[in-house]
């Protein structure tokens, strides 16, 4: 039945044709210039609806990464959690009536953690995510112009008052005396960190940003590795790290283990290793400066998806737009406008393995970011 409705349409398209039947057809392929555009129409046809389906798909493909880098940012409201009872903010810092300044000044409290769990950080001495610490903590203030910066290095073993902080599932931690730096962040996460910092240097912290061992391994490898230049040999059997003084180009598992080393440097002290971070940050911005990372965006992109798969951020930072407009108004920061130091300190004296800020100097260090 199919077969005899088919033949019977045929029929009628050769009486619609005038009777022509195959004679219509044969006049047509004798006709070159009419076969010849109909072949354009054609052609044109299938390029149009080829090149709107790439567009479809390119839009989606750009909307789907712009979605997966957003949201692979963990945010935390620290604003919210500590409310108004803080140091005030820079003058030149935008307020809620006024546009945001291209070159106010800004403190933001940065952190390396060992710990958010999963396999990776496990595999590159990161703890269990419960027993999270502040393994580093800089605070890096940005000079109004953002042209230079100070990094302030606080060592993990420094003795602070650590104030009693609000947590996000209610309630409060309590308040200790005598509290080493790194168990604000075990006992109450980023929020009682930055309150701690805030405590202890009378700044206000307008930003925070923590990224973990596995984050850090991949945003150098994005890099294409950092070159750093060594002193004395390293022989650190806990970070894995075995390095001859002198110049070498580091990947990412290699710098993270230069930046745990404190065994194989130095008395085996925080202290020692803190020298050692602080060249990682030069040897990273000078890495980022001299290929012209903003100009390239495929490489662009895979720091960014190595940044922002293991970055918790404060709210106010916590969305790809928001990276990207810091990061571009700091453009002109470059590696020998960058200074980094170390918090004062003396060792305390009801603890040889322990440090307290050195006062006055102490107090001076934080006064000059105000």
Same mark, same amino acid.
């Given at each position: ?23 219509g057809?044969?006049?047509r ?27 479809v ?14 949201h ?42 060992d ?9 590159l001495?990161g ?8 393994d580093?903590?800089?605070v ?6 953002r ?18 902080c ?14 080493m ?16 910092? =805030? ?6 912290m307008? %930003?925070?940003?923590e ?13 294409g ?11 650190d059997?806990?970070? %894995? ?10 990947d990412g ?26 060249m ?13 990372l ?18 918790t951020t ?18 002109d920061?470059?590696? =020998?406008?960058v ?24 107090? =001076? ?6």
């Amino acid at each position: 039945m199919f077969l005899s409705v088919r033949g019977h349409n045929r029929g009628h398209d050769r009486e619609r044709d005038g009777g022509q039947g195959d004679s219509g057809e044969a006049g047509r392929r004798a006709d070159p210039a009419r076969a010849a555009s109909s072949a354009r129409s054609g052609a044109l046809k299938a390029v149009g609806l080829t090149l709107a389906g790439a567009l479809v798909l390119g839009v989606a493909a750009a909307g789907w990464t712009y979605w997966q880098l957003n949201h692979n940012i963990t945010g935390v409201d620290i604003n919210n959690a500590l409310g108004d009872n803080r140091p005030p903010r820079l003058l030149t810092e935008p307020s809620a009536e006024a546009p945001a300044l291209p070159g106010g000044a800004l403190n933001i409290l940065v952190l390396g953690s060992d710990s958010r769990g999963g396999t990776e950080n496990k595999e590159l001495g990161g703890g269990d995510s419960e027993g999270a610490r502040s393994d580093t903590a800089m605070v890096v203030h940005i000079d109004a112009g953002r042209t230079s910066a100070t990094v302030v290095s606080i060592p993990r073993d420094t003795l602070v008052a650590r104030p009693s902080c609000p947590l996000a599932s209610g309630g409060a931690t309590t308040a200790a005396y005598s509290a080493m730096f790194n168990s604000a962040y075990s006992v109450g996460g980023p929020v009682c960190a930055v309150k701690t910092v =805030e405590s202890l240097t009378d700044v206000r912290m307008d %930003h925070y940003v923590e990224i973990d061992f596995s984050g850090f391994a991949k945003l150098v490898d994005a890099l294409g590795g950092v070159t750093v230049t060594t002193e004395q040999d390293i022989d650190d059997d806990k970070s %894995h790290l075995h390095l001859e003084a002198g110049t070498h180009h580091l990947d990412g598992t290699q710098a993270l283990a230069l930046a745990r080393t404190r065994h194989g440097i130095g008395d085996g002290s925080d202290l020692g290793r803190i020298g050692l971070q602080q060249m990682l940050v030069r040897a990273m911005l000078e890495e980022i400066t001299s290929t012209g990372l903003l100009n390239d965006p495929a490489r662009l992109y895979r720091v960014a998806d190595a940044v922002t798969g293991s970055l918790t951020t404060d709210t106010g930072l916590d969305s790809l737009a928001e990276l990207t407009t810091l990061a571009r108004s700091l453009k002109d920061l470059t590696a =020998e406008n960058v200074e980094t130091v170390t918090l004062p300190v003396v060792t305390a004296p009801y603890n040889p393995n322990r440090v307290v800020a050195q006062e006055p100097e102490a107090s =001076e260090l934080w006064a000059s970011l105000r």
